[in-house]
């Protein structure tokens, strides 16, 4: 490492400032936006893990003209006689359009005399279960912001089909398995959700399966397609690849369109950065004439280029991180989530990977250094005369 010249790059730099300062801006650019979009895409996958694993291993719904209707509570004994089949749980849950925020609430019933499928809606049951209130409700941490936002302190009022409201108090706060489910869930006894939604006392939304052996739930998914034919019957690989589907096809598409631009700019920055000037070929000839070997000429060169591209992509990487976990990525967020307001905010989990910070470097800065070494080579073989000339 040759401090001074490291200082004389620096000054050459300044020289430049206009020129070097629009690569400098564009290269900026396409690092923040191809960071963010990768930042945002792995903490959606992170989501999207952490609820896979707290799938049961089937869900059961009974369909009627491609819509999903509720069942007779019944049908969970015979399917818990179907061999290899280690519990069966009834659901009752559904949607609950909040109009004042233009949301939907998850609202869930748990039934507070045994255990949920979820470990964290266990939690909520034991730490409940020997409560006297007959009508209340547990929510996410986004549910109650949004609904303190409202003014519902101690208590929310429920709409029911009848247009009567039925008062239910708020008693505590529990943490979902992700952000996405602590953003709008709410556990309440299953008679009040059934309350809420106008069901009778026998009837269920939909049962959850659990599988002693995993390599046997495709066997007991058949079963139950045979037993109950008006039934969709879903193995928590099928919901992962479903939504897997649908990340893949938005991130692939954003993607696509990206790398368009980003190939347009890269050219430009390219362009900008391989182009020598009749000046630079001048001040390079006088360099050789002074003393200087090609490779002092070239050192110089990639010190200025690697102040450059090492510097963007620093300041990228951080601008990233922070308009993606802290600003929570206005915009660029819903090309993943879409736009619909029915789906309460949520906070993107960090997720810190080494792997793709090297990904991105030498997708970008490598190129960057050959765009401006190879012609510098170039100028530094010609004959110093001819340079000067």
């Known amino acids: 490492m040759n401090i001074k010249l490291l200082d004389f790059a620096l000054s050459s730099l300044k020289r430049r400032f206009w020129k070097n300062f629009s690569i400098f801006s ?12 990768l930042f945002i895409a792995n ?18 719904q009974r369909m009627v003209g491609g819509r999903v ?27 609950y359009y909040f109009q004042s925020a233009g949301v939907n609430f998850s609202l869930v ?18 730490k409940f ?15 109650k912001k ?42 309440l006894p299953i008679s009040v959700v059934r309350e809420i939604f106008g069901m009778e006392e026998d009837e269920i939304s939909d049962i959850v399966v659990k599988v002693s052996n995993p390599l046997e739930v495709g066997i007991v998914k058949t079963k139950i397609k045979y037993l109950y034919p008006d039934c969709r019957v879903l193995s928590r690989n099928d919901i992962k690849v479903s939504y897997q589907n649908i990340f893949d096809y938005k991130s692939g598409l954003f993607l696509a369109l990206y790398f368009s631009s980003f190939l347009a ?33 070239l050192k110089l060169k990639f010190f200025e280029s690697a102040l450059l591209s090492v510097l963007a992509y620093l300041l990228a990487l951080v ?21 619909s307001i029915l789906k309460p905010e949520f906070k993107l989990i960090p997720v810190f990977d080494i792997g793709l910070m090297v990904s991105v470097f030498l997708a970008t800065v490598p190129l960057y250094l050959a765009a401006t070494i190879i012609p510098t080579w170039r100028a530094s073989v010609v004959e110093v005369e001819e340079a000067l000339r």
């Open 26 to 37: 564009i290269f900026f650019i396409l690092i923040f936006t191809l960071f963010s979009v």
């Open 43 to 60: 903490s959606i996958k992170k989501e999207l893990e952490l609820t896979y694993n707290s799938l049961p291993d089937i869900y059961v």
């Open 69 to 95: 209707k509720d069942m007779k509570i019944d049908r969970i004994y015979k399917i818990a006689d179907i061999s290899g089949v280690k519990s069966v749980i009834p659901r009752v849950w559904g949607y």
């Open 109 to 126: 019933g748990l039934d507070f005399t045994m255990d949920s499928f979820k470990k964290n809606y266990s939690d909520v049951i034991e």
């Open 129 to 143: 279960y020997d409560i006297n209130e007959t009508n209340f409700m547990v929510v996410g941490q986004g549910v």
């Open 146 to 187: 949004i609904l303190e936002k409202s003014y519902y302190h101690n208590s929310f009022n429920f709409v029911k089909p009848n247009g009567e409201f039925l008062k239910v108090k708020f008693l505590g706060v529990f943490k979902g398995d992700s952000e996405l489910e602590s953003s709008d869930t709410m556990l």
């Open 265 to 297: 700019f890269f050219i430009l920055v390219f362009e900008k950065a391989s182009s020598i000037s009749k000046e630079q070929v001048r001040e390079i000839g006088i360099f050789k004439a002074v003393g200087w070997q090609v490779n002092d000429v």
């Open 319 to 339: 601008f990233a991180y922070a308009y993606v976990y802290i600003l929570e990525a206005p915009l660029l967020k819903n090309l993943f989530m879409g736009y």
